[in-house]
């Protein structure tokens, strides 16, 4: 079977949910035997591979801009798709979802799949425009997809009640990681146990300033590390630096991949994730994978991944986090066996070998 992801901005993934989803599915299905492409944005990495363990590549332009970069490469991507013969088409994220029509016209025998990440038009990086036209993509996507997936429990209530369509949830998934010993991240002074993580990007919605606020009022010698990059978000980034500022202890890493990342989930005390909105967060569920003890907002995507095998704080209050963290600092033995528990739980519900057994099975279907 021919499969071809549209939508997100290419493998391996660099950052981002959707980038790693696709990559993780992809990469496991080309091993299943199907012969998988996915598109690529020209300039995500720094050279244009054509294949990827397994999965062809394809590479295409962009505008540049965070209003134009997806929507212009998906467009490109869909005139790509009305001269190659697929036999199934997978549509990634609301945004993408837009031009779905595209496809639909030019290629209507060909099924389409949708997977719902999440409802974008709540992140508070886009403006009223952006916001109105995620929305119209998300109508789009879910009026004219063959089958809707959505990645959380949350999202596959939703999509009945508003569009009276159904949907299949097939959540995501991470790998069960080995832990990686110390090596790299000495050039920031790190040891192992010895820090807090937060690993992601660096949008308001993710939090971090809660986090950043709450540790300032720890007396502790772990340091706080925050891992990734702005999206288009220059001044919150620099808000996030101005508030750590003075404050040794608090390392910015920038974007951190390959043994680097491992390191830093591996030899974390506590992984914090205190979003405000998530779809289902793939970084929460990697860190559980590498048996990492987890700490997070009590939103309902948050609460759905970690169940009982983690901690949680109340969303947005910088003093029940820092109440939290303190509590963290003082039973390393709970952190243990939360760490134990996530990792088992991730074995259990979210293990990307099923998951892509599961979306096969999809695919069969609407074929």
Not at 20 to 47: I, M, T, W
Request: net charge positive; proline share 3%.
């Amino acid at each position: 079977m021919k499969i071809a992801f549209i939508g997100q901005k290419g493998i391996p993934a660099k950052t981002g949910g959707v980038e790693r989803y696709v990559e993780s599915l992809a990469v496991n299905l080309a091993a299943a035997g199907q012969e998988v492409f996915v598109y690529s944005r020209n300039g995500y990495l720094p050279e244009r591979l054509k294949e990827y363990k397994g999965v062809k590549i394809i590479n295409l332009p962009g505008l540049r801009g965070k209003h134009f970069e997806a929507i212009s490469h998906t467009f490109l991507a869909c005139l790509d798709l009305i001269f190659r013969r697929v036999d199934v088409i997978h549509f990634q994220s609301i945004g993408p979802a837009s031009l779905m029509w595209i496809v639909k016209l030019f290629k209507p025998k060909t099924p389409i799949v949708f997977t719902f990440h999440c409802q974008d038009y709540y992140h508070q990086k886009w403006g009223w425009f952006a916001r109105l036209y995620l929305r119209c993509g998300e109508r789009i996507g879910c009026a004219l997809a063959d089958r809707i997936i959505t990645i959380s429990k949350e999202l596959t209530e939703y999509v009945p009640r508003e569009f009276h369509k159904n949907s299949l949830y097939i959540p995501n998934g991470a790998a069960i990681m080995e832990k990686t010993p110390v090596r790299e991240i000495r050039r920031w002074g790190l040891e192992g146990n010895d820090y807090f993580v937060y690993i992601g990007r660096l949008v308001r919605h993710k939090g971090i300033q809660y986090l950043i606020d709450a540790y300032k009022r720890l007396q502790t010698d772990k340091k706080l590390v925050i891992v990734g990059d702005g999206a288009y978000t220059d001044d919150y980034v620099a808000e996030l630096h101005a508030s750590a500022a003075g404050h040794e202890n608090i390392i910015f890493t920038g974007n951190q991949t390959g043994r680097t990342l491992g390191e830093l989930y591996s030899n974390a005390y506590l992984f914090v994730q205190p979003s405000e909105s998530e779809g289902l967060s793939i970084s929460l569920l990697e860190a559980m994978g590498y048996q990492t003890a987890c700490l997070v907002s009590d939103i309902r995507a948050n609460l759905e991944a970690l169940g009982e095998a983690g901690f949680v704080f109340a969303n947005k209050n910088v003093d029940d986090l820092k109440i939290k963290l303190q509590a963290a600092l003082d039973s390393p033995e709970a952190v243990a066996a939360k760490a134990a528990d996530g990792r088992q739980r991730v074995k259990q519900e979210f293990n990307w070998e099923d998951i892509a057994k599961d979306v096969a099975r999809v695919y069969e279907e609407v074929k």
